[in-house]
């Protein structure tokens, strides 16, 4: 069967509100049934809902019960070998539903997310997946992504690489030839001419300099606090952003001010791979599955963002 004009989604972790926004996404979007490959199992399906086309639905093992707010390693299996044939089928886009870390843990798949998983699957020739959150034309590169403050580690290498890999996204994808890009700064007030912290002066500024010597328009590390107001106000107001794409250090730096002001219409974004990959700016929800109050409008932005 060929794939490539379809759209893969898959329904995350049975126990979380995966399968649950799913089919209310799908039955509010009302795509056409061709146009959708749903990658799940048909009991998780039935047990959260029923959706109101035929989508052809690839049936991925799971013989547990369905336990809503359970973590366990029958759930980290399912979730993994569900992003493996997405990744195996090659479609135009994949979509996913959140999934557990700690449950793709149990089921001993040590990633540190979906990101991690896809890039093990699809990357070729030193290809490297980057995490892009997405709220219409506000958009967050991250430069790092899960794991602790206290491990992160950037090099001028890996700054570069990662601008440059976000450059050709904005060339081949968006078709925009010449985006501006807005880099925060790793330290409070941009480390204050070294005072505050010497990361944008060994690290920062260099890969800069190299940037923009490359034909890339990205200011120095701007002070974070006060680089995303104006970004904030823009969304709000539905205008222009100031930026096309704002660079953070890491997770909290850029996901706090997009969250704040797009919430559930925020868009995790994965790119750098052949394949674009979208899911919904939050987790699993353990504490509502099951119950139907679980909202839908992530999964809906995550869905038209590769339509």
């Known amino acids: 069967m060929d794939y490539q004009n379809k759209i893969a989604i898959t329904t995350g972790d049975p126990d979380g509100i995966g399968a649950e926004i799913t089919i209310k996404a799908l039955n509010r979007l009302n795509l056409p049934s061709e146009s959708v490959v749903i990658i799940s199992n048909s009991k998780i399906l039935d047990y959260y809902g ?3 086309n035929s989508y052809e639905v690839l049936e991925i093992p799971y013989n547990a019960e369905v336990s809503p707010g359970q973590i366990t390693a029958e759930c980290g299996e399912f979730s993994f070998l569900s992003l493996k044939k997405a990744c195996e089928i090659k479609p135009k886009a994949i979509v996913t539903a959140p999934v557990a870390k700690s449950a793709l843990h149990k089921a001993e798949h040590i990633f ?25 034309d506000f958009r967050v590169l991250l430069l790092t992504r899960h794991c602790a403050l206290k491990d992160i580690h950037l090099t001028e290498n890996v700054v570069i690489e990662k601008i440059m890999n976000l450059k050709q996204f904005f060339n081949n994808q968006l078709n925009m030839q010449a985006p501006k890009f807005a880099l925060c700064g790793f330290n409070p007030h941009a480390g204050e001419d070294g005072i505050l912290g010497r990361e944008e002066i060994d690290v920062l ?6 940037l923009q010597k490359a034909g890339i328009d990205i200011t120095m590390p701007l002070p974070a606090d006060t680089l995303f107001v104006k970004a904030g106000q823009a969304y709000r107001d539905n205008k222009k952003m100031p930026y096309d ?30 394949i674009i990959r979208t899911s919904p700016g939050h987790g699993t929800a353990f504490d509502i ?18 339509l």
């Open 50 to 52: 029923k959706l109101n």
């Open 112 to 136: 540190n997310g979906q990101t991690e998983v896809l890039q093990h699957f699809l990357a070729h020739d030193r290809q490297k997946a980057e995490m892009l959150f997405v709220a219409n």
């Open 205 to 210: 500024i260099p890969a800069v300099q190299k």
């Open 245 to 274: 794409c704002y660079i953070a250090n890491y997770h909290d730096q850029g996901l706090i001010p997009i969250k704040t002001v797009a919430g559930s219409a925020t868009v995790n974004m994965t790119i750098g791979l052949d």
């Open 289 to 306: 599955a099951g119950k139907n109050i679980a909202d839908e409008t992530g999964m809906i932005a995550a869905i038209k963002a590769v």
